[in-house]
């Protein structure tokens, strides 16, 4: 699945927009999977030029270097598609690209898991203090697939026996957490008082009886 694209890039005020290489970037780049950046030479006076581009990640203080890679011969206007993986416990990245004739691109993009949606269901509506909660749990990545990273929550927890009636809700963050995106997703649920309604059916099919002459007794 496609993620949705966008270009980026900053012009200083002095600085005409031909004078830019065209990059295409994804919103995030994904950690633990293989991204891909889309860069192509803007039309000048250079049919054909060499394309450097680098990509360093960052976790706290700490910088890595990870694609270092030098396109050679490229004709302008064409777009040339670049993949490279990203590891885990990634923070964030800087893409700078240096294409010949052309001002230096660079940018900083946010690092997110890949969590396209991530589907929640508790195995009841509404429960009572001192109840046990049971979550079923279908994480998709963007590609449709199953997601096979870390999700910090618990699948089955108990509700304290004195507690706050009224609507529960349960968050599901993918790890690592990054301040900057977004990624919460979560299945509400009702705590209450409540009786189950005491009720008793009674029936009885003998050999050969059709099910439709069948009859069923409710004692409530």
């Known amino acids: 699945m496609l993620l949705l694209l966008w270009a980026l890039w900053s012009l ?19 950690p633990n999977a293989t991204n891909s950046i889309v860069v192509a030479a803007a039309k000048s006076k250079y049919d054909v030029v ?58 900083h993009v946010r690092v997110s898991p890949d969590v396209a949606a991530l589907h929640l269901q508790t195995d009841k509506p509404a429960y009572r203090a001192g109840e046990t909660v049971s979550i079923r749990a279908l994480p998709l990545t963007y590609d449709g697939n199953v ?35 977004r990624a919460e997703h979560k299945v509400e649920f009702l705590v209450k008082d409540y009786a189950l309604p005491s009720f008793k059916i009674l029936t ?17």
């Open 204 to 220: 009885a099919v003998r050999e050969g009886q059709p099910l439709s002459s069948t009859e069923i007794t409710v004692q409530a």
């Open 147 to 181: 997601f096979d990273g870390v999700i910090e929550f618990c699948l089955v927890f108990e509700l304290p026996t004195h507690l706050l009636y009224g609507q529960w809700h349960v968050l599901a963050t993918p790890m690592p957490v990054n301040k900057h995106v």
């Open 12 to 30: 200083p005020p002095d600085t005409a927009a031909a004078s830019l290489p065209l990059v295409v970037l994804p919103p995030f780049f994904r």
């Open 50 to 107: 060499d394309i450097h581009i680098e990509i360093r990640s960052f976790k706290g203080n700490e910088a890595s270097v990870v694609l270092v890679e030098k396109l050679r011969s490229k004709k302008a206007g064409v777009p040339n598609s670049v993949s490279f993986h990203l590891a885990d416990n990634v923070e964030n990245a800087e893409l700078t690209v240096s294409v010949q004739g052309h001002d230096r691109f660079y940018t």
